[in-house]
Antibody, heavy 130, light 110 residues
Framework: EVQLVQSGTEVKKPGESLKISCKGS????????IAWMRQMPGKGLEWMGI????????RYSPSFQGQVTISADKSINTAYLQWSSLKASDTAMYYC???????????????????????WGQGTLVTVSS | QSVLTQPPSVSAAPGQKVTISCSGS????????VSWYQQLPGTAPKLLFY???KRPSGIPDRFSASKSGTSATLGITGLQTGDEADYYC???????????FGGGTKLTVL
């Protein structure tokens, strides 16, 4: 079974750093892009960025560029999302999700050509409060 | 304000049919594939459709999806109480150079 399992709930103070994880299993982790999405309380989904664990090629939404860092360690089938200095406005549920498989080189690096995600991790709730 | 526009809510009785619209522009839906997701209360989103109208295995054929021009539509027939969820459309925006989702539509089965 293809599965993404995320790390647990985090409660942090403003200014603290944080790194959450997303571990894949049931498939060759290094051959699928992994995306991160944010869902603020009571709100919709926002696409944050995406990484290819095979070579760590990473793309960010302009809205999140410079605000977070996405990374991956293919040796342990894990992707990460990290903050260096959290703000109260970072309070949200964060989901990782696997991008659909690209069989061609043109599709592989062109994120927009194949923009769908399955499966999703169970989510990591991050609460930032003083 | 989401780039893709969905109605905030829709409702219908059990057994009835409902449609959910997703309106965009030439920079997103007009030139890219659309996907749809179901988010049951307290759970992670689940893929319902990819590439406009392709249904992953395990998704009942009560669910349908289509795209025309700069809009997409999700349809659900034979509504069940278990279909109560938030539904999201998603695609890539060539002008913004990022992925975009609709604001979500809450389905209530009365």
């Amino acid at each position: 079974e293809v599965q993404l399992v995320q790390s647990g709930t985090e409660v942090k103070k403003p200014g603290e750093s944080l790194k959450i994880s997303c571990k894949g299993s049931g498939y060759i982790f290094s051959t699928y892009w992994i995306a991160w999405m944010r869902q603020m309380p009571g709100k919709g989904l926002e696409w944050m960025g995406i990484i290819y664990p095979g070579d760590s090629d990473t793309r960010y939404s302009p809205s999140f560029q410079g605000q977070v860092t996405i990374s991956a360690d293919k040796s342990i089938n894990t992707a990460y999302l990290q903050w260096s200095s959290l703000k109260a406005s970072d309070t949200a549920m964060y989901y990782c999700a696997r991008r659909g498989y690209c069989s061609s080189a043109s599709c592989h690096r062109n994120i927009g050509s194949l923009f769908w995600f399955d499966p999703w991790g169970q989510g990591t709730l991050v609460t930032v409060s003083s | 304000q989401s780039v893709l526009t969905q109605p905030p809510s829709v409702s219908a009785a059990p057994g009835q049919k409902v449609t959910i619209s997703c309106s965009g522009s030439s920079s997103n839906i007009g030139n890219n594939y659309v996907s749809w997701y179901q988010q049951l209360p307290g759970t992670a989103p689940k893929l319902l459709f990819y590439e406009n109208n392709k249904r992953p295995s395990g998704i009942p054929d009560r669910f349908s999806a289509s795209k025309s021009g700069t809009s997409a539509t999700l349809g659900i027939t034979g509504l069940q109480t278990g279909d109560e969820a938030d539904y999201y459309c998603g695609t890539w925006d060539n002008s913004l150079n990022e992925g975009v989702f609709g604001g979500g539509t809450k389905l209530t089965v009365l």
